[in-house]
């Protein structure tokens, strides 16, 4: 059995409904049929999603109660195609030719915006795994239905961008922040948590990531400067031996032979007494200039 994408869960979770008020339920049907299609003067919406279907006809009991509606199911190959529709003057009479999206189901407070959003999100939206990407994007058959429902989101203190894929327009949102948001608003509070978490765990990631590279990197110096002041000291101890220094700097050698690997503090605690880091590094550079007037 394949695994259920990220998108099908958080639809899944869109889909439990019933705690929603009934104004409410005629928003999220109508946003439902506002990212949908008629067929056969019907206003109807396909989907792969048997919860989507069963939400749907859910709401159209409870928003037309008595009214005629039927869920065709499509047999293929790699699953099933669900057609919901639903044939009364009512629809049209409430919800308009969905040419606008009617002041009288969404009247504008923040409870009906965000279940009119929530039908349109589960009826033609779709979301990335957060462990891949932060993407979230809406596709409508329509574009003045796109820009208009850009308009309406954006009204309501969300950012969201248009563009156009082919000749489809797309609204999309690549800010996790503000997909948090906008799954906040319709309902989706726990995936919108998901993603906060996964964002979370990405950045600590990245931290570590960052220390354990810096890490690598000053110790890649430590061994470098360790190199090149061996190097310095076995040339001088080549050209005019090790015993013609004065007495700091011979114990300085000696010790920088003997521990290559130490950094400069471990350096510093070898000597009796022990030196600062600074005395140990001035010490180095001498014998650094000795080598180079050596060459």
Do not use: W
Request: charged letters at 30%; aromatic letters at 8%; a neutral charge.
């Amino acid at each position: 059995m394949s695994k259920i994408s990220f998108s099908s869960e958080v639809k899944k979770e869109l889909c439990g409904i019933r705690e929603l008020q009934q104004d409410e339920q005629a928003a999220m049907l109508f946003g439902m049929f506002y990212a949908g299609k008629t067929l056969n003067g019907r206003a109807a919406i396909q989907t792969e999603s048997p919860e989507l279907a069963a939400a749907a006809a859910f709401l159209a009991e409870n928003v037309f109660p008595g009214a005629r509606y039927e869920t065709k199911r499509l047999f293929k190959s790699d699953g099933s195609l669900y057609t919901f529709s639903i044939r009364s003057p009512l629809v049209r009479e409430r919800f308009g030719d969905f040419s606008e999206i009617a002041p009288s189901i969404v009247p504008g407070n923040d409870a009906d915006a965000g279940a009119f959003l929530r039908g349109v999100f589960v009826s033609c939206g779709s979301i990335t795994d957060p462990n891949k990407e932060y993407h979230l994007e809406i596709v409508l058959p329509v574009l003045s239905r796109t820009e208009r429902l850009r308009r309406f989101i954006e009204e309501h203190g969300i950012a969201v961008k248009l563009t156009i894929r082919g000749k489809t327009p797309v609204l999309y949102i690549k800010e996790s922040g503000v997909i948090e948001d906008f799954l906040t608003y319709i309902g989706a509070g726990n995936h919108a948590l998901e993603i906060m978490r996964v964002k979370i765990e990405k950045d600590f990631r990245n931290r570590v990531n960052r220390s354990v590279n810096c890490d690598s990197a000053n110790l890649d110096k430590t061994v470098a400067a360790s190199e090149k002041s061996r190097r310095d000291i076995e040339l001088i101890g080549e050209k005019i031996g090790l015993a013609a220094l004065k007495p700091e700097l011979r114990e300085t050698a000696r010790l920088r032979l003997e521990n290559p690997e130490a950094s400069l503090s471990e350096l510093c605690e070898l000597f009796d007494p022990p030196i600062s880091r600074s005395g140990l590094n001035h010490r180095l550079k001498k014998l650094a200039r000795m080598a180079e007037e050596l060459k």
